[in-house]
Nanobody
Framework: QVQLVESGGGLVQAGGSLRLSCAAS?????????MGWFRQAPGKEREFVGMTWSGGSTYYADSVKGRFTISRDNAKNTVYLQMNSLKPEDTAVYYCAADRVFGSRRSSDYGYWGQGTQVTVSS
């Protein structure tokens, strides 16, 4: 089993920054797990934001490329989502997810999810 806990959400003005954290735990979790970030705005489907897999490679959705950065601290079993130049359309609940997948942007490929953290960007 794997448990994921997100933190770091909040209210920020447009153009501002936030850093989300996702702490992983559990007997089966290891650095070989891929970690993904997804978000869901009210009335919309959950969408892919970005991911990182073992070795540190990252992949981002076009909508956040150049503004968001994913990093990973394997010693702490924690993944970070640094969000810069935030826009009102970034407002959503952000979720981290984990599983032994390679390069997947499909939420259905991830079996472990955190509870989500709210990010609100005011204009």
């Amino acid at each position: 089993q794997v448990q994921l806990v997100e933190s770091g959400g909040g209210l920020v003005q447009a153009g501002g920054s936030l850093r989300l954290s996702c702490a992983a735990s559990g007997s089966t979790f290891s650095s070989s797990y891929s970690m993904g970030w997804f978000r869901q705005a009210p009335g919309k489907e959950r969408e892919f934001v970005g991911m990182t897999w073992s070795g540190g490679s990252t992949y981002y959705a076009d909508s956040v490329k150049g503004r968001f950065t994913i990093s990973r601290d394997n010693a702490k079993n924690t993944v970070y989502l640094q969000m810069n130049s935030l826009k009102p359309e970034d407002t959503a609940v952000y979720y981290c997810a984990a599983d032994r997948v390679f390069g997947s942007r499909r939420s259905s490929d991830y079996g472990y999810w955190g509870q989500g953290t709210q990010v609100t960007v005011s204009s």
